[in-house]
């Protein structure tokens, strides 16, 4: 039995020698930079701070997505607040800064005058925390606005995002940020596994907003097949069809978003 | 001698005086601090059955509706009725009360500063993100990744809009904090770190929220998680001691520079925008492509390690990283990390 175990215990010592090796072995890992200056009629427009998702697979694995995608219903942030019956004051508000909620910037003293949902608010906030603390009213204005008005138009987003991806799960999501206007995306762990005893060198992602962003009258969906290899940051350049010419390895969305009727704002 | 006897008595009165008031404090502290939210009884309680939002004395301790104090005898005594009637002084009221006896009001100030929390705080920054999301923006600069944030150039000029941004909560700091850089490992110790002619001032530094009053302004009522749903955002770990110095890897870099202050948060925080909890990031991480991918800094790296791998091949004084990094950290060797990205 001793003899046994010493015959074995070299073969086991070997094998172990080999596990370190094994787990040195980095992970794969890619990173990816989606910029989002666009091009719409010759116009200079600028994605910022919009959301992109990363899935793994190119435009033929993710089929199925993009039909949901083409299909998906787009309410406007202007028709979301008409049909919560928002004052035009209060559209005009959002629309003077392109913000698609009351939680975008501060409610201002001259706002609280000029809108009436902000100044109901701001009476219940008094009413609540007492006239003397008219700041506390102020800065929490938001507490007292219906619900449908302060995240309203979040929630409704949230819920189509969660519909789209019930089919199928991003790997990564990134912002783009204001400045450079670019989504980072990095830490991405690579497929590449051995065929024919080549080594793939990289793997296909595909890269989409998911929800349609709305830019002048139009909204914008992008599905776009991008490679990623170990190691190296990649680039997608996001752009825009022009006439029937489609935009290589990707699918996009051009849509009119619906009208509704809303009043001029005044500058 | 009937003097000297007076005197005597008197300091014996005095100092046995001081010793029981100690020997209360310590004895009352020991109490409070047997207290523990992760009892198994405390566990299957709802936060709001006990704690008060906002309490009475709210306007007085905060200047904003808060939980300002401990909860009242009632949330305590259908468990605890008894151990109200045991002995002179109930140990239990020594968890709140400072002094303890039936007229006893005194409390100590809540909460307890110098208690080992029992919580963590869970705050979605991804979903924060999303929600003060704008459609389009006009400005072409200093805008960070909430809205439209910046950290100076906006709020210069009180005519412009003052857009909801990360510096809500992380505002530029106006006191230097105790700081200090991430330890490292001895084994990757290359050189004896040199000393640096190096000043950290405090608008290198961004602040963060330590109270309720930056999330209550959205989430006191109406929006989920409101001011009662405390384990919304509160979480029971084990115990720990919270330590208010800043770790950094690269101490020199400066949040209030031209360059950077005219940055978004997340051109560099990247990773800010993909989470939902800030534990999974390293570091709340700025990623070093960020950095070395950039028009500003992208040949300072190798600039560095080429400096760093002269030094050693002509076999002089080994060249520490400066340019980033205090000797601290610019005394080890290069991390793979680096040294991939100046590739």
């Keep these: ?267 | 001698m009937n003097k000297n006897r007076v005197k005597i008595l008197f300091l014996v009165l005095v100092v046995s005086a001081c010793a029981t008031s100690f020997w209360n404090k310590t004895s009352a502290q020991k109490g409070r601090d047997t207290y523990l939210h992760s009892s198994a009884s405390h566990k299957k309680i709802n936060c709001s059955s006990c704690h008060k939002s906002p309490t009475s004395n709210w306007s007085s301790a905060r200047g904003y509706p808060d939980v300002a104090d401990y909860p009242d005898h009632d949330s305590c005594i259908n468990c605890h009725r008894n151990d109200f009637f045991r002995g002179n002084r109930p140990a239990i009221c020594s968890i709140c009360h400072s002094n303890v006896s039936p007229r006893g009001q005194a409390r100590f100030v809540f909460p307890v500063k110098n208690r080992s929390q029992e919580f963590k705080t869970i705050f979605p920054h991804d979903v924060h993100q999303n929600i003060i999301a704008s459609n389009e923006k006009k400005y072409d600069v200093a805008v960070a990744h909430f809205v439209k944030a910046n950290f100076r150039t906006m709020f210069d000029d009180d005519k412009k809009t003052q857009f909801n941004n990360c510096a809500i909560c992380h505002p530029t700091a106006t006191v230097l904090p105790q700081f200090t850089t991430f330890k490292q490992s001895k084994t990757e110790f290359l050189v004896e770190p040199s000393a640096d002619n190096f000043t950290a001032k405090a608008e290198f530094f961004k602040d963060m929220p330590d109270n309720h009053a930056s999330c209550f302004n959205c989430h006191y009522q109406g929006q989920k998680p409101v001011r009662t749903d405390c384990a919304s955002c509160h979480r029971l770990t084990s115990p720990y001691f919270e330590s208010k110095t800043v770790q950094r890897y690269s101490l020199k870099f400066d949040h209030a520079s031209e360059n950077h202050a005219n940055k978004d948060c997340t051109t560099c925080h990247v990773r800010i925008t993909q989470t939902s909890d800030l534990r999974s990031l390293l570091n709340a991480d700025v990623p070093l492509l960020t950095c070395s991918t950039s028009s500003c800094h992208g040949d300072e790296l190798s600039d560095e390690i080429g400096k760093r791998e002269k030094s050693i091949a002509d076999k002089e004084k080994i060249f520490q990283c400066n340019y980033c990094h205090t000797s601290a950290i610019g005394s080890f060797k290069i991390p793979a990390s680096h040294l991939e990205q100046s590739k």
């Design chain 1, 1 to 267: 039995m001793l003899k046994f175990y010493s015959k074995l215990l070299p073969v086991v010592l070997l094998v172990f020698s080999f596990i370190p090796n094994i787990a040195q072995e980095p992970l794969p890992l890619g990173s990816l930079e989606v910029s989002g200056r666009i091009k719409i009629n010759g116009k200079a427009e600028k994605l910022q701070r919009k959301r992109f998702y990363l899935l793994r697979g190119g435009l033929e694995e993710n089929k199925n997505l993009i039909k949901k995608l083409e299909s998906a219903e787009i309410t406007s942030r202007d028709c979301f607040y008409s049909q919560m019956q928002a004052s035009p004051q209060f559209i005009c508000w959002l629309k003077e800064e392109n913000c698609e909620s009351p939680y975008c910037r501060e409610i201002d003293k001259t706002a609280i005058e000029s809108v009436p949902e902000f100044q109901t608010a701001f009476q219940k906030g008094l009413r609540q925390f007492g006239k003397s603390r008219s700041t506390i009213a102020q800065s929490w204005l938001i507490t007292n606005l219906s619900p449908p008005l302060s995240s309203g138009f979040y929630l409704r987003q949230k819920s189509l995002l969660e519909s789209l991806l019930s089919i199928v799960k991003p790997l990564q999501s990134s912002m783009t940020d204001s400045v450079s206007v670019k989504a980072i995306f990095i830490d991405i762990p690579l497929n590449l596994p051995e065929t024919d005893g080549k080594k793939k060198k990289s793997e296909t992602f595909l890269v989409s907003n998911l929800l349609p962003l709305e830019v002048g009258d139009k909204s914008y969906i992008w599905t776009c097949e991008t490679e990623i290899s170990n190691g190296k940051l990649a680039k997608l350049v996001l752009q825009v069809p022009e006439g029937d010419k489609k935009v290589k390895n990707c699918e996009v969305f051009v849509k009119d978003l619906p009208v509704c009727k809303t009043e001029n704002c005044k500058k």
